[in-house]
Structures are given as C-alpha cells and as structure tokens.
C-alpha cells in the first residue's frame, strides 16, 4: 500500500509539525482515515470508522491551533476506543451479540479525557467477547489479525488498538488491562504498552466486573507519547471513588534520568511458568541491557506460586455474574470458550471469592515488601510469541493460566504498574515482551526505566518486517 508522510510519526512528532503550522489535523486525519480503511479488509481492527465525525472534530481542532488557542499538544491528534469503553452517542458491543446498537449515554472517564484534550476519535476497535482473552477475535467482529503476520493473532484482549498501531494508522490507541490485555497486545506486536497503576486513570463506568483490577491506558510505538498521553488522563474523578489522588507531576519530565544504580531484579518464570526457550533468551539479553546503563540486574528465586487454585474464582465468578445479565435465548451466540468460563463459573460461592481475595491481599503485600529491597523487577510478558489466530484459547494447547496471562495477571491483582517494550524478534520473525514491573504507584520510575531501555534498545519504527507484511495491501 501507499504511505503517507504522517503514517510512522509519533504523536510528539506531529504535536509539533501542528504547533509550527506545517501540517493541519485536516491533513492527519483524512491521510489515517484512508490509511485505517485500507487496511480494515485486512487487520479487521475496526469495529466502525467515524469518518464524518472524525473530519468535523478535524476541522474544529485547525481552527483553535489557527487561533493559537489549542486544548492540549494533542489537539487535533487521532486515536480510537476500545469497544469496551463508553462513547457518548455510539454503541458499546464488547464483540458480543448480546449487546445491540443502544448508544452510550455518557462518555467513560478516560474518553472524556480525549476529548477534553481535543484528540479526535477514529472510531472504536475490536475486542473479544467481554474481553475475556488475550486473543483477539470475538462472535459479532471476527478475527482480528497482526500487521507483522496476518496468520497470526494480535494479542488481546486490545488486540484492535495493537494491530492499529502497528500498522501506522495513527500513533498511540486507548487499551485497557485487567489481566494484561495492554501489555499482552503490545509484546505481540513490538509496542510500547504501560498498564499504569490502578486507579490512576479512573475508571468510570466503575460497575462492571472485574472494575477493580482493570487499568486504562494506550498502545503506543514511543515512551514520549505515552508520558504525554498519561499526562492527559491521569487525575481523580468523582465518579469513581477508587481513583487515586491528583499528582503536580509531568510525567514526561525525568524521563531521560536514566537508571544508573538501580538495583533491578530479573525473573525469568515468576517461580511457576515456562515459557519459551526462544522467549526465555530474548528477555535476558533485553535484561543485560539495563546492565550496560549502569543499573545492577540479578536473577531472583521465585516469586510466587501458580495463579490458578487462588484466582480462578474472581475471573470465573465475575463472568458468571455477566452470564446471569444475559438472555437464555442468547447463550447459543456466545464465544463458546466464554460460555464455558461463564458456565463454570455459576457454581463459585462466597466462600470460594473470600479465599481469592485473602489470597490477593497476600500477594500484593508480599510485592510491596520485595519491592522495597528492588527498584524494578523485570520478566516476559507472555510465554511464546503472537500464536495463530486459530488458537482456540483456555484450550489445553493454550490454557490461560500457564500460556495466555500467566505473567501479566499478578499485577492486576496487586495494581502495581507495569510495561511491555520489545525484546526482539523470534526466529520466525515475530515480537516478543520484556516486561518492567514497578512498584506499587510508581509510575513515573517504570516511565523512566521504559525510556532508558528504549534508547539502548535501537528498536524503531517502521519495522521492515511489517512494511513486508503490508506490502501487498
């Protein structure tokens, strides 16, 4: 396919182009938009396109920046939402034919952000059913596919954001992560993905299951742009009340202080999980690289056992508590892997949620107290690369408790941050994760560790694997 000049720009990069006058968001907007529907047929990363609505937000950000009266360094600027996520006057479908075409009625709090920053809306990209899982492919929108290879899957449960970003379309999209659903999608595909701590973009609507280990958030392909994006929607809001107080900080600032002696701990199973020879290798030499920038990285014993016996039941339960909203005459439409969890998860009790939360409450004191001896603990995202799309996920070729979040769940759990930045390229040509824990709201010192790595790394874009991928498009 043809490119645009704008294609491969960060969101830093056309903040400034936009504050100099060189290039109006009219221009930005109509090059993604043309960009976003070539590629659908392809990436089917888009439940929809706002094209009308997109242009209009377009002229109205020209307009302000003409006036030298713009909302944010990102007016004017694309991105999407995750179509788990509210926008006032479009539909929320979670993939899912139990859902219908009923407009939002409010706006969730970090798409309110957006706006607020004057960023325009694209439109919304696909998710699994619910979010369930770390695949992305779903009943009502059909298999989302990865820019690096198109036989293989994304990641999920943002997958859509993650293959929109990695394909150029535009420079960062909205994710969310209960369970490493940023920073699963952004392994797969060589992104950039921080899952902040919780509550530190807040979440409204704060009802829905799983509300309390969920963190919003975006897939980018720089550090600097998601300092910047974090800047724009980190803060309390009153809607939800387990949002974390507001900070005088820029996260940007201090980004490049570097990590000259932290002391770095670097576990490659966690204690339970095995991953890939091939990952295994990647991850320890993007280790050593925290070496070469003058920080002390040692390889530690485990840290905690397998997640299953403990935590199955908040993750099943809450399912079975979406099952119970959903009309008996709609089961038979569902992900039949979903209605599996959901189905199992009827018979969870009380009892059975108290225990996973006793266990929760242990496994978040214990972090807290490893970190106080360690800056950073550094470890895989996920256990092998992008599998197929085919995958059929929780299957006993990929269960999710040893294949899918194994990794990437305890810091949901614990609420404690948490990134993924490329580690390099399997032999089969595919991303995987290093993973760079924090401890608990520590934001700011998994950012500067993330930019330390990314300026040592030589990982750029565009990636020559993907320009080859996308070639015939």
């Known amino acids: 396919m043809s490119d645009s000049a704008f294609d491969w720009l960060s969101a830093a990069e056309?903040?400034?182009?936009?504050?100099?006058?060189?290039?109006?968001?009219?221009?930005?907007?109509?090059?993604?938009?043309?960009?976003?529907?070539?590629?659908?047929?392809?990436?089917?990363?888009?439940?929809?396109?706002?094209?009308?609505?997109?242009?209009?937000?377009?002229?109205?950000?020209e307009s302000r920046w003409h006036k030298g009266q713009p909302l944010s360094p990102f007016d004017g600027i694309p991105t999407t939402i995750k179509d788990t996520t509210n926008v006032k006057g479009w539909p929320t479908r979670y993939g899912s034919h139990a859902t219908d075409e009923t407009p939002a009625k409010d706006s969730a709090a970090v798409t309110d952000r957006f706006l607020a920053a004057?960023?325009?809306?694209?439109?919304?990209?696909?998710?699994?059913?619910?979010?369930?899982?770390?695949?992305?492919?779903?009943?009502?929108?059909?298999?989302?596919?990865?820019?690096?290879?198109?036989?293989?899957?994304?990641?999920?449960?943002?997958?859509?954001?993650?293959?929109?970003?990695?394909?150029?379309?535009?420079?960062?999209?909205?994710?969310?992560?209960?369970?490493?659903?940023?920073?699963?999608?952004?392994?797969?595909?060589?992104?950039?993905?921080?899952?902040?701590?919780?509550?530190?973009?807040?979440?409204?609507?704060?009802?829905?299951?799983?509300?309390?280990?969920?963190?919003?958030?975006?897939?980018?392909?720089?550090?600097?742009?998601?300092a910047m994006a974090l800047n724009l929607t980190a803060g309390p809001d009153p809607r939800d009340w387990r949002s974390l107080p507001a900070e005088a900080r820029d996260y940007t600032i201090g980004l490049d202080a570097g990590v000259r002696g932290w002391k770095i701990g670097l576990s490659l199973d966690l204690g339970h999980v095995k991953a890939d020879p091939e990952v295994r290798e990647l991850v320890a030499a993007a280790a050593r690289r925290f070496e070469d920038l003058g920080a002390h990285v040692e390889e530690v014993g485990p840290m905690f056992g397998p997640l299953q016996e403990h935590f199955e039941p908040l993750w099943i339960g809450s399912f079975a508590t979406r099952f119970r909203q959903i009309p008996t005459q709609l089961h038979a439409k569902l992900d039949p892997g979903l209605r599996a969890l959901m189905e199992k998860g009827l018979a969870i009790t009380l009892a059975d949620y108290a225990k996973a939360f006793e266990a929760r409450?242990?496994?978040?004191?214990?972090?807290?107290?490893?970190?106080?001896?360690?800056?950073?603990?550094?470890?895989?995202?996920?256990?092998?690369?992008?599998?197929?799309?085919?995958?059929?996920?929780?299957?006993?070729?990929?269960?999710?408790?040893?294949?899918?979040?194994?990794?990437?769940?305890?810091?949901?759990?614990?609420?404690?941050?948490?990134?993924?930045?490329?580690?390099?390229?399997?032999?089969?040509?595919?991303?995987?994760?290093?993973?760079?824990?924090?401890?608990?709201?520590?934001?700011?010192?998994?950012?500067?560790?993330m930019r330390a790595y990314e300026s040592a790394s030589g990982w750029t874009w565009p990636q020559p694997r993907v320009l080859e991928a996308l070639k015939a498009v």
């Open 14 to 61: 056309l903040s400034k182009l936009l504050a100099r006058g060189e290039v109006s968001p009219v221009d930005i907007v109509d090059a993604m938009l043309k960009r976003a529907s070539t590629l659908q047929p392809h990436l089917n990363a888009l439940v929809f396109l706002d094209t009308d609505g997109a242009q209009a937000a377009a002229k109205a950000a």
């Open 118 to 226: 004057g960023m325009i809306l694209l439109g919304k990209s696909t998710t699994p059913e619910f979010g369930w899982k770390a695949l992305t492919d779903s009943p009502l929108q059909g298999t989302t596919r990865n820019p690096w290879n198109l036989a293989y899957s994304p990641g999920g449960s943002s997958g859509g954001a993650s293959a929109l970003t990695a394909a150029g379309v535009n420079p960062f999209n909205h994710g969310n992560d209960g369970g490493g659903s940023i920073r699963i999608p952004a392994a797969h595909t060589g992104l950039v993905g921080l899952k902040p701590s919780y509550g530190r973009i807040p979440q409204y609507p704060a009802d829905a299951p799983f509300a309390d280990v969920i963190s919003q958030g975006v897939l980018a392909r720089s550090v600097l742009d998601t």
């Open 361 to 449: 409450s242990k496994l978040a004191r214990d972090l807290a107290l490893w970190h106080r001896n360690y800056d950073l603990l550094l470890a895989p995202v996920t256990p092998t690369a992008g599998p197929p799309v085919e995958t059929l996920y929780n299957s006993d070729a990929f269960p999710r408790w040893t294949r899918g979040a194994p990794y990437t769940l305890p810091c949901n759990l614990t609420g404690q941050p948490a990134a993924s930045m490329p580690a390099g390229l399997t032999k089969a040509g595919l991303p995987v994760g290093l993973q760079i824990i924090g401890a608990p709201r520590a934001d700011a010192t998994v950012l500067q560790a």
